[in-house]
């Protein structure tokens, strides 16, 4: 059912998006990446892509890292032991193998990584690649959200990508990111100096959907709860074409069958989201939260670059030098508040732009 509010899983639940799927099952790259704005379907195309995939997928959703500061060893190879157990089922040999990391402890499909043991992380892969290479099958990691890594201290990850990408042949990477700025800076694939340059990594962006796209989503959808469809356009209008914010509109519609209740309901669900990310974002960023605010209230309604310095500007009563703007202006770009049209700063949905607007707040 189309209009399913969690993840979907299998592909007859999945509208459209087949070239995605197909791209993520390929594997082209050691490293893929999936990227789309929130609720744009990520997790839903890898989950579809890899339940038809007949390789071990080890799955970490770094979303629960969301409300930490900051990350440690200890946080990821607690992760990494959870995520193994799936695998470990499906391909019960594969236990054997992993028996042989230092720092391993596999009891039944329980498998924990010591924290003290940080060279564990690359045995594990390969032990991985190995089993992977003999099984004539490749393994997959998946890294949901994988930007939130970007808080790991005191652990290289990234010399581990690269340490895979070059010498692991049977372990592919699947990376999802909604602040696709920032895991590009994360990964620095075009810093010299980063253990990643230069690498070719396969990039499978998510966009949404477009109006007459979102047409065929709610009208297929209804039609599976014997509803009569929407105004389609109207709804478009109102919560644009991420499929998260349509699936979830229509879950009302065919739940209580109100066009307009169903719209204010999921405009009224987004906005509290975005709200609450842009008060994760603006943690630790405390001394120009009044900026950021400024700027998200003023960009609402898309502008040039001079027109947001100007209302900074006015609202502290003085000058700001550009690079100070820039700056701001980057950091909301990299976390996918804004994106630039042209010459103009634009909110990349509707209903980002709808939670920084005056009459919501
Ligand atoms: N192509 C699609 N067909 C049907 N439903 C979809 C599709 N894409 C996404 N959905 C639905 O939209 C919602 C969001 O999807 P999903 O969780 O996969 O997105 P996401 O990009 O991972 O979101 P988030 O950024 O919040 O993690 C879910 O209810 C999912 O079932
Ligand atoms: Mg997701």
């Excluded at 109006?211 to 709860?225: D, I, N, S, T």
């Excluded at 009569?228 to 914010?245: F, H, M, N, Q, T």
């Excluded at 509290?272 to 950021?292: I, M, P, S, T």
Aim: proline fraction near 4%; charge should be positive.
């Amino acid at each position: 059912m189309y209009f399913d509010p969690r993840p979907k899983t299998s592909r007859e639940d999945l509208f459209d998006r087949e070239e995605e799927v197909e791209r993520v099952k390929a594997l082209r790259a050691p490293i893929t990446l999936v990227l789309g704005l929130r609720r744009a379907g990520k997790s839903s195309v890898i989950l579809v892509a890899t339940s038809e995939m007949p390789h071990p997928v080890v799955y970490i959703d770094a979303r629960r890292f969301e409300a930490e500061p900051y990350l440690t060893f200890k946080h990821v190879a607690e992760a990494l032991g959870e995520a193994l157990a799936q695998p470990m089922r499906r391909f019960p040999r594969l236990r054997e193998y992993l028996k042989n990391v230092k720092g391993i402890s596999v009891t039944g499909f329980e498998v924990k990584i010591s924290w003290r043991e940080r060279g564990s992380l690359v045995e594990v892969l390969e032990w991985l690649n190995r089993w992977a290479e003999e099984d004539g099958r490749k393994a997959v990691v998946v890294i949901d959200e994988a930007q939130e890594l970007t808080k790991l201290k005191g652990y290289n990850l990234l010399k581990l990508l690269a340490y895979s990408y070059d010498n692991l042949r049977n372990v592919y990477f699947v990376l999802s990111g909604s602040k696709v700025g920032l895991l590009k800076k994360f990964l620095k694939l075009e810093d010299a100096g980063s253990p990643l340059y230069g690498r070719y990594v396969e990039a499978v962006e998510l966009r949404p959907f477009t109006l007459e796209e979102a047409k065929r989503f709610l009208e297929e959808g209804c039609r599976q709860y014997g509803v009569s469809p929407p105004d389609a356009e109207k709804v478009y209008r109102a919560v644009g074409g991420l499929p998260g914010w349509l699936t979830y509109f229509g879950y009302t519609y065919v739940s209580v069958r109100g066009e307009e209740e169903s719209i204010r309901q999921t405009v009224s669900y987004a906005v509290d989201l975005v709200r609450q990310e842009f008060a994760h974002f603006l943690e630790g960023r405390w001394a120009a939260e009044k900026r950021y605010r400024v700027i998200m209230e003023a960009a609402a309604e898309c502008v040039a670059w001079s027109e947001l310095k100007r209302a900074v500007e006015a609202s502290e009563g003085r000058r700001i030098n550009d690079a100070e703007i820039t700056r701001l202006l980057k950091n909301l770009v990299d976390y996918g508040f804004l994106e630039k049209r042209g010459n103009l700063y634009c909110p990349p949905d509707p209903l980002i732009a709808a939670a920084f607007r005056k009459k919501y707040r």
